[in-house]
């Protein structure tokens, strides 16, 4: 197989397409990021609750306690941006049916 046939299958992104290609990517990490603050900051407000106002909520002091301990990049699955990692992401290389 030649260089031509390996790369004429794999056509270059344009310098456009890359910069457009890394601000999503960069928007989806800061978006992931700041929601990973935010619920950070909301399981440390559980450790400020009296135990009335756990039961409020149906949580136990040591509920509240085992959440509030849970690593920072551990969010709920509901609240988790779309692809957040880019793992996903579309293949900038696509193999071109042959005709």
């Given at each position: 197989?030649?260089?031509?046939?390996?790369?004429?299958?794999?056509?270059?992104?344009?310098?456009?397409?890359?910069?457009?290609a890394l601000a999503q990517?960069?928007?989806?990490?800061?978006?992931?990021?700041?929601?990973?603050?935010?619920?950070?900051?909301?399981?440390r407000r559980l450790l400020?609750?009296?135990?009335?106002?756990?039961?409020?909520?149906?949580?136990?002091?040591?509920?509240?306690?085992?959440?509030a301990n849970r690593s920072?990049?551990?969010?709920?699955?509901?609240?988790?941006?779309?692809?957040?990692?880019?793992?996903?992401?579309?293949?900038?290389?696509?193999?071109?049916?042959?005709?």
């Amino acid at each position: 197989m030649s260089v031509e046939t390996l790369t004429s299958r794999r056509p270059f992104l344009t310098r456009a397409q890359g910069i457009g290609a890394l601000a999503q990517d960069l928007s989806r990490y800061v978006s992931y990021f700041l929601i990973c603050l935010s619920v950070a900051r909301q399981r440390r407000r559980l450790l400020t609750l009296d135990e009335k106002a756990l039961k409020d909520i149906g949580v136990n002091s040591v509920d509240a306690f085992r959440e509030a301990n849970r690593s920072f990049w551990d969010i709920p699955e509901d609240l988790k941006p779309h692809n957040p990692t880019g793992l996903e992401r579309r293949n900038p290389f696509p193999t071109h049916a042959r005709g």
